[in-house]
């Protein structure tokens, strides 16, 4: 891991709270942990975490309805819920609500282990263009693809959506009203270091300086309208590092495992 996953891990079972923190800690994760629902929408609000590990029965608030609540705040949060039961409709719902996947317990470390660094890797694409046409296109392309979109029609919207919730790779206009994309080029790579930026015009002349100063910032490449967003595809697919291929896939296609 180039950076350390921050990890919330909730649980009204103290000896398993305790358990799974110190496993997770020893392999290498920053771990937060909390007793319950209500407790792990409160530590959320203090704090970012790459991935939510929670159980899904628990007193005061379950951990579906804290799933909701830490969802408001985030809307691409991570989480994987637990359960000792067999809740089915519960989990049914969860699934169908964007819960990246649901295990059974007693767990199987080593699969939890990789289902955490596969969920921190799997971070979405943001696509920032105030062309609603181009954005609508470029966000339906890539999710049919299996990939995560966030969408922003301006560079404000994209800064305050980064701050909620990493994102991998931005697909960033450069001529856009008040932030261009230069500035919001700078200003994403200022609140996450790791993200790569893919700059995109329809302006090659117009734009050039402020498209070689976003090159020189370490911008990936730039791509000129109008282009197949079947090449965004493409370009996603040679950078390699989202997402990795066990984690790959439609958003409806949320896996249920049993371990």
Known sequence: MAETTRVLVVDD?????????????????????????????AKFRQGRYDVILMDIVMPEMNGVEAFRKIREMSPGVTVILMTAYSEDELIKVALHEGVHRVVHKPLSIDLMIAMIKEAAANQPVLIVDDDPDI???????LRRQGYQVVAARSGEEAVALEQDIACHVAFIDIKLP?????EVCLKLKEINPGIMAIMMTGYREEVKELTDKAMAASAVTCLYKPFDPLNAVALLDQLGEIPCQIGRRNERQREYISC
Not at 178 to 182: A, F, I, Q, V
């Open 135 to 141: 954005l609508e296109t470029m966000t339906r392309t």
């Open 178 to 182: 008040l932030m261009n994309g230069l």
């Open 13 to 41: 079972n103290a000896d398993l709270l305790e358990t799974l923190s110190l496993i997770l800690r020893r392999r290498g994760f920053s771990v937060d942990t909390a007793e319950n629902g209500a407790a792990a929408v």
